[in-house]
């Protein structure tokens, strides 16, 4: 089963604009973990947040965490055409050695 | 500095056959983990391996093995496939040390016909 649930399911925006995914999960984490995905591709890392940190930036990345919502989101500023992929968020168990994938928010970003 | 290589790139395979997918590391790493991912969804865990030995498991059947080479190296074996296990095969490298970003190769898409 998938520990994570992005929402929304797919987000088309103008390039310039900025893009906010959101992610859920069910049990307590040890961190939360952002990753991309080109089509046909595998996943690339873009930030980890750990589970007693609230906010985290990288670039053009903004990632929040409320362990008390059991919810994190992934900002993206001005978008470009090229962020266009899919996005993941995966989630470290407190316990264990496994990531867990929600099922990914499409984001089209046309220019 | 290689990243993660898996080979092959494509397979097609029927059922009722058996298929064995192998991975390379990146450089430096030491656990490997392996992921299947359908299409339209998140990659779903199959099984982490260190130290030569399966550390953790997901939720899939005894059909599905692996194994880690001293060089770090792994192999995902399937036997006895099914229509259902279509999908892109993906492995992931990282550090032994628990809950870092794992390094993604761009994974085997097996086609089961």
């Known amino acids: 089963s998938q520990q994570g649930e992005e929402d929304p399911q797919a987000l088309s925006i103008q390039e310039g604009e900025n893009a906010t995914m959101n992610c859920s999960y069910k049990?307590?984490?040890?961190?939360l973990q952002w990753y991309r995905q080109n089509s046909g591709r595998g996943l690339v890392h873009l930030i980890l947040?750990?589970?007693?940190?609230r906010e985290k930036h990288s670039g053009r990345l903004r990632v929040t965490l409320d362990t008390s919502k059991k919810s994190s989101s992934l900002l993206i500023t001005a978008s470009r055409a090229a962020d266009t992929a899919s996005y993941f968020c995966?989630?470290?168990?407190?316990?264990?050695?496994?990531?867990?994938f929600g099922a990914g928010t499409i984001l089209r970003v046309k220019s | 500095d290689a990243g993660v290589t898996q080979s092959p790139t494509h397979l097609i395979k029927t059922r009722g056959q058996q298929v064995t997918l192998r991975c390379s590391p990146k450089?430096?790493?030491?656990?490997v983990s392996w992921y299947q991912q359908a299409l339209g969804q998140g990659p779903q865990f199959i099984f982490q391996?260190?130290?030569?030995?399966?550390?953790q498991r997901g939720n899939f059947p005894d059909r599905f093995s692996g194994h880690q080479f001293p060089n770090y190296s792994s192999e995902l074996n399937v036997n006895a496939l099914l229509l259902g296990d279509s999908a892109l095969y993906l492995c992931?490298?990282?550090?032994?040390?628990?809950?870092?970003?794992?390094?993604f190769g761009d994974g085997t898409r097996l086609s089961i016909l």
């Open positions: 992931a490298s990282s550090s032994a040390a628990g809950g870092r970003p794992q390094h």
């Open positions: 049990t307590s984490i040890n961190n």
């Open positions: 947040i750990r589970s007693n940190e």
């Open positions: 995966a989630t470290y168990m407190e316990y264990g050695n496994k990531l867990v």
């Open positions: 450089s430096g790493h030491d656990t």
């Open positions: 391996y260190y130290e030569e030995e399966e550390r």
